[in-house]
């Protein structure tokens, strides 16, 4: 009898350690390596930046499209649920040279399909479209629908195509949102940006490849006219946390959970570097694009600015 007993406990221990690995690898497994493959050097940066002549930014604006709110274990790899608000956000650098946007949003269409259209605000689209005319440059982060698809879906990109500056692998993205499956026919023509090397898009703004969320992942460095740095980070985390605590976000979202699975080695390298950069240069002001605390934190700091202006 005690052997069967014994047994019984032995098969319970062993299922309850097996779902705790399964628990631990693929929900609160997240750290970022010590010594990381990926670099951000702040002086190269600068210097690349300042490479390309005009008068750098001299203030940031944000939309916020839509907000939606998902468990905290799903941004930062563990077993915290509180809810956590998302911001799909936007960017407009202003400066004497022209505006520069990062990123463009979804219309509420796409919103819809992907669960934000609840929240969604039609008015803070009509500013991004007009600030979209108005602007000088317009980038890109990467290819999902809440930071590109907006190009697939304006109806007439005469006045827009000739100051886009995408790499090959996000014009190939946009084919995702539009009505029919295709690369826009005015993004299709476009000279892609080299994605193997830093290049300066605008006066003070430098495209950082970073490819791991997305194929065509890259974040931007800005140095503003006032001599300060900005770090927009796009979707490499999606919270401070992940930078400040160097950790990244869980197998089951990055495996099961995005559109396309996020190649998880060289985020949590990137996670890694931006950990050391904060820390070697805490007056570098990150931007993640999706954390809304911080966004309203860095406008409470007048860091930010709220809403696009003419």
């Known amino acids: 009898m005690m052997n069967r007993i014994q047994m019984i406990g032995a098969m319970v221990v062993a299922v309850a350690l097996f779902l705790g690995s399964l628990v631990y690898y693929f929900v609160m497994d997240g750290a970022a390596p010590e010594d990381p493959d990926f670099r951000l ?13 005009g008068p750098r930014p001299t203030e940031i604006r944000v ?9 905290f274990f799903a941004i930062h ?4 649920g509180t809810a956590t608000v998302m911001a799909r956000s936007v960017f407009q650098l202003k400066s004497g040279w022209g505006d520069s946007i990062i990123d463009v ?3 509420r269409v796409i919103a819809e399909r992907n669960n934000s259209g609840d929240t969604f605000d039609d008015d803070a689209l009509s500013r991004v479209q007009q600030g979209l005319s108005a602007a000088r440059r317009i980038v ?3 290819e999902h629908p809440d930071h590109i698809a907006l190009l697939a879906r304006l109806s007439d990109m ?14 190939d993205g946009t084919a995702r949102y539009s009505t029919d499956g295709k690369v826009p026919a005015a993004l299709a023509n476009l000279e892609p940006l080299d994605d193997s090397e830093l290049v300066a898009v605008a006066p003070g703004v430098v495209m950082i490849p970073a490819a791991g969320h997305t194929p065509g992942n890259v974040m931007f460095y800005v140095h503003m006219a006032d001599g300060s740095d900005i770090l927009f980070v796009g979707d490499v985390v999606w919270n401070m946390k992940n930078i400040e605590e160097r950790w990244g976000r869980p197998r089951m979202v990055q495996q099961y959970l995005m559109q396309t699975p996020e190649d998880r080695n060289p985020v949590l390298n990137q996670v890694a570097a931006l950990a050391d950069l904060k820390e070697a240069h805490p007056d570098v002001v990150f931007i993640p694009s999706h954390d ?13 600015a709220p809403r696009f202006t003419p």
């Open 41 to 53: 050097n702040l002086a190269t940066l600068r210097q690349v930046a300042d490479s390309y002549e």
């Open 63 to 71: 939309e916020v499209l839509a907000r939606d709110q998902i468990p």
């Open 77 to 80: 790899a563990g077993l915290d």
């Open 105 to 107: 949003g979804m219309d």
């Open 140 to 142: 890109v982060t990467h």
């Open 158 to 171: 005469t006045g827009i195509a000739p100051k886009l500056r995408l790499t090959q692998k996000q014009i």
């Open 292 to 304: 809304d605390d911080h966004l309203t934190a860095l406008i409470e700091r007048d860091v930010l």
